[in-house]
């Protein structure tokens, strides 16, 4: 039995940083678009889309097309989160990602153990990524995000793992969950990316893995791509 199609959902996955109104279009005419705005998989009785969302709180949004006779159609899927108005005139000159776990707490993490035995790996966590660019003016978020996302976050690292600010294991995800490669600051694509906080008990400068990675391309070596930026991640809702 055919399903009822795709639902095009017109706003893409991120932090947005101010109300957005979103639409629904069915690749089937005639079909009914069901959506919830909590995460859970629409069903025939979820509210029926009739005209453009507007949406100003933070909303996981998932729609889906049902047509008679046919199985339901595929899901869409898109989170959305806010900036906090206390960030609209925050001034920063490096790029500036925000970065949302709908009040999931603290990121999932394996720990350490000294002998690395009993260590297991966790499951990523679902959140919403935007970067936001430097601006003239030094107000970066004075403009729209350059990257707008759904990852899957999880703390990386052993011994880093117990630092004060974690490092980040971060996975561009699809609407599926599944990898997406991605280009943030014009890097080759990739899906899987890492967010490293430097420790400044080990590295009072903070920069000691970029200066080291600019001066081994100087030498025609090979390393990581890298860029400093301001990170603001909301685990509390």
Not at 13 to 36: C, D, F, H, M
Not at 52 to 61: E, K, T, V, W
Not at 131 to 157: D, H, K, M, N, Y
Request: with cysteine; charged share 20%.
């Amino acid at each position: 039995i055919p399903n009822a199609g795709t639902v095009e959902i017109s706003e893409a996955s991120g932090v947005k940083s101010s109300p957005i109104t979103v639409t629904l279009n069915s690749q089937n005419q005639g079909a009914e678009i069901r959506y919830t705005l909590d995460g859970t998989n629409p069903t025939p009785s979820d509210p029926l889309y009739s005209a453009p969302l507007a949406i100003s709180d933070p909303a996981r949004l998932r729609a889906r097309a049902f047509l008679p006779d046919k199985l339901p159609g595929i899901l869409a899927v898109a989170d959305f989160s806010f900036l906090d108005s206390s960030l609209q005139s925050y001034l920063s000159d490096v790029p500036v990602i925000v970065m949302d776990n709908f009040g999931a707490g603290a990121y999932p993490n394996k720990g350490r153990s000294n002998d690395g035995r009993d260590v297991m790996q966790v499951p990523r966590q679902a959140n919403v990524m935007s970067i936001f660019q430097p601006t003239a003016s030094g107000q970066p978020f004075s403009g729209p995000a350059t990257l707008e996302a759904r990852t899957g976050c999880r703390v990386r690292g052993s011994s880093s793992s117990e630092f004060p600010r974690k490092p980040l294991s971060v996975e561009f995800w699809d609407e599926s969950d599944d990898d997406l490669d991605l280009s943030p600051f014009g890097f080759d694509s990739e899906a899987d990316w890492v967010l490293n906080a430097p420790n400044p008990t080990f590295d009072r400068s903070l920069i000691h893995n970029p200066v080291s990675f600019g001066f081994a391309k100087m030498m025609g070596a090979h390393a990581a791509e890298n860029k400093v930026v301001v990170v603001f991640q909301n685990t509390d809702g």
